[in-house]
């Protein structure tokens, strides 16, 4: 069996902080794939720059990789394909879906492409029906391909499309998202047209049916379902009104809460509170090869689960055993441009083609680089295998020297890596500390570069650690103002190696102490407690959904399932940060500083409130939007989301509400009245205590 697997793993390097994956002897991407059991995985959302891939994701053991990063945005979207050389090896690779950008630098693989490189069968753009923007002006179609949404592989026996499809997370985005689905459909169109059958698999972020919405059960919603224009798309292009198979939900037709995708914001996972947009998809000449497929819903690291498709070995057509192997390893298969390297492991594998990582310059440049050494020197112990990039500069006097390929000497890409290399030390902390929310908090990078230059100046620098360090506890210390309920949430999932937000406050700890020494004005006699009540989905300190939040503040990124109902709520009204932790830490330890321990005593914690409905002990939450409410605490009803939770009566009849989730209780936190905005916004909907707009899909 022959099994395919997608997973929108929500940052790369956070999935290995998951059990089973952190307790891997082999904790790296080669452990992750072999450890999924399949021969070829598709991941979405890796959230990695160019500048993050170390050789343990670029070259893992036996996998050829292929990546493809945002051209801007970087550290946001993204997709990667691994494949098993010991299964097959694609014939060709690219990326993007229209063939637009192939042209360009800015890509993965530096131009020109040859005609034998390329998979082709591009569609015409003028054939295309493309949406206006949403202010009116022509859309350009190579936008498409500007985000690092696709990587496409031709095996041969099938076209494979790995896809990060777009959210919608604003209205303003439905043309792109619209824009994109049409073009990826005359795309395969095109394809099947010259006779290729064709495999997507990724995160399609469209819900096909009311059965693929933890809200299909709820009257009013399955009845509105299909007015989404993209849901609509979607169904006529499956069978049985258009020919595409949608193969895990033809294994299993009519099971419910088969999802691939929950909002973490609002801890939807527990209740099964999901979507299912996720998907593979097949053409119908695919058929006799397909076994079945299925979702991998106890496998966690994300907010999406893995979802697979496995193929038969082999088939019989016309009284002939038919082998996959066979078809997909071609004796005829076009050579690979890419060069290979005498120290390369050695493999009866044919070689990629030249879009593999592997050739990337980041990997093939330093290897360039020894081999001319070599030829002088001769050595005779094999290096570079277990060095990382960054003691390149220090090693390499040279390689900016060396020659590369005559066409892509000092293309972008190399430019941009000569520059991190001389600047080792600034460039690195990237590695250490890889929290997401880190990555986007100028106040991290601030201190990231703080202690990167504290330690280029003591000399440090060329000791880095690897990234691999980042997982090691050295953190004994660091726990100890973590608060309890942290770690219960933690315990779900998370094998707990090191928090990535605890090393986070850990490196700002320096500056903690010197902020809480200026808001020592601002600590309030209401926090009292050195553990504040918190409640697992809001105090996870390090899920990978917090990096979409704090980077939803800087207003690019895609928000988790698009269809959840309550997208609102989970923009508007946030969970607590790093940022907000970091803020609670300060006071907390302004506090201790200036009144003494024995101040802190005579504060309880403050007593949930009851909701009406459940007469339940309410959780807090705060504002994270910006806005006058923003910082500001709040309280809502404690029961779990679900179908038919109360969303307020303008979004849910009263009729579909299911009392046994969440119902609309909302009280603003009284601790905080002096800072209290009008009513207004309260309007005892929590909806609306953020003040935004609609929710997108
Ligand atoms: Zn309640």
Not at 414 to 424: E, G, M, N, Q, Y
């Amino acid at each position: 069996m022959m099994r395919i697997l997608t997973w929108n793993v929500n940052v790369l390097r956070t999935v290995l902080d998951y059990h089973p994956f952190s307790s891997l002897p082999n904790k790296n991407v080669e452990g992750l794939l072999e450890e999924l059991k399949a021969d070829i995985i598709c991941f979405q959302e890796h959230k990695t720059r160019r500048q993050q891939l170390d050789r343990s994701m670029a070259c893992p053991g036996p996998f050829d990789a292929f990546w493809t990063f945002p051209r801007s945005k970087l550290g946001y979207s993204g997709v990667c394909t691994y494949v098993d050389s010991r299964v097959c090896v694609p014939l060709r690779a690219e990326e993007g879906i229209t063939g637009l950008l192939l042209s360009e630098p800015g890509g993965t693989m530096k131009p020109p492409w040859t005609a034998e490189e390329k998979i082709g069968c591009y569609p015409d753009m003028d054939d295309v029906q493309l949406d206006d923007e949403f202010d009116g002006t022509p859309f350009d179609p190579r936008s498409l391909d500007v985000e690092g949404r696709a990587v496409v592989l031709d095996f041969g026996l099938f076209v494979l499309f790995n896809l990060y499809c777009p959210n919608e997370t604003n209205e303003q985005r439905r043309p792109y998202k619209m824009n994109f689905l049409r073009t990826l459909q005359a795309r395969v169109d095109a394809l099947v047209a010259a006779g290729r059958e064709v495999i997507i698999a990724g995160d399609i972020n469209v819900m096909r049916a009311p059965l693929d919405s933890g809200e299909g059960g709820v009257k009013t919603t399955a009845e509105q379902h299909y007015e989404h224009p993209a849901r609509v798309w979607l169904d006529s292009w499956c069978a049985p009104k258009g020919p595409m198979v949608d193969v895990v939900r033809e294994s299993w037709p009519n099971r419910e809460g088969m999802f691939t995708c929950w909002n973490q914001k609002i801890d939807a996972r527990p209740a099964n509170y999901g979507s299912r947009i996720d998907l593979i998809l097949c053409t119908p000449g695919l058929r006799p090869w397909i076994n079945g497929g299925d979702i991998q819903n106890k496998v966690y690291g994300s907010d999406h689960c893995p979802v697979y498709i496995d193929l038969h070995d082999s088939i019989d057509r016309d009284g002939q055993t038919i082998f996959i192997r066979d078809l997909l390893n071609p004796v005829n298969r076009p050579p690979s441009t890419g060069t290979v390297f005498p120290w390369d492991e050695p493999r009866s594998a044919p070689q990629p083609p030249r879009f593999a990582t592997k050739f990337m310059e980041e990997f093939s440049a330093k290897q360039r680089t020894l081999k001319s050494l070599w030829a002088n020197t001769k050595p005779k112990v094999k290096p570079v295998q277990t060095k990382t990039q960054e003691t390149k500069a220090e090693s390499d006097p040279d390689r900016e020297e060396i020659p590369l390929e005559p066409s892509t000497t000092m293309g972008i890409a190399r430019a941009a890596f000569v520059a991190l290399d001389a600047s080792p030390s600034v460039a690195r902390p990237a590695f250490i500390d890889e929290s997401p929310s880190a990555q986007a908090s100028t106040s991290a990078t601030a201190t990231q570069t703080t202690q990167a230059t504290q330690e280029a100046a003591s000399g440090t620098s060329s000791a880095r650690p690897t990234p691999v360090k980042r997982t090691e506890p050295s953190t004994v210390d660091l726990t100890q103002d973590s608060p309890p309920a942290k770690k219960m949430s933690l315990g779900r999932t998370r094998s707990t190696p090191v928090p990535k937000g605890k090393q986070k406050k850990a490196s700002t700890n320096g500056q903690a102490k010197l902020a809480a020494f200026w808001s020592v004005p601002k600590a309030k006699p209401k926090a009292k407690e050195p553990s504040p009540p918190r409640f697992p989905q809001t105090s996870l300190p390090s899920t990978p959904k917090q990096a979409s939040q704090v980077g939803s503040l800087l207003g690019e990124m895609d928000e988790p399932p698009d269809t959840v109902q309550d997208e609102l709520f989970a923009q508007a009204l946030a969970e607590e940060d790093a940022e907000v932790e970091a803020e609670r830490a300060r006071e907390r330890e302004a506090r201790n500083q200036a009144a003494g321990s024995q101040w802190a005593s005579m504060f309880a914690p403050k007593k949930a409130p009851l909701c009406t409905v459940h007469q339940h002990p309410c959780k807090d939450f705060i504002v994270k939007v910006q806005g006058p409410n923003k910082g500001k605490r709040f309280w809502l009803c404690s029961k779990p989301v679900g179908p038919g939770y109360d969303m307020g009566r303008s979004k849910r009849p009263r009729e579909d509400v299911d009392p046994r989730y969440r119902c609309n209780f909302f009280l603003w936190d009284s601790a905080n009245s002096q800072r209290e905005v009008p009513r207004r916004l309260g309007g005892g909907s929590s909806i609306s205590a953020g003040g935004t707009n609609d929710p997108g899909v």
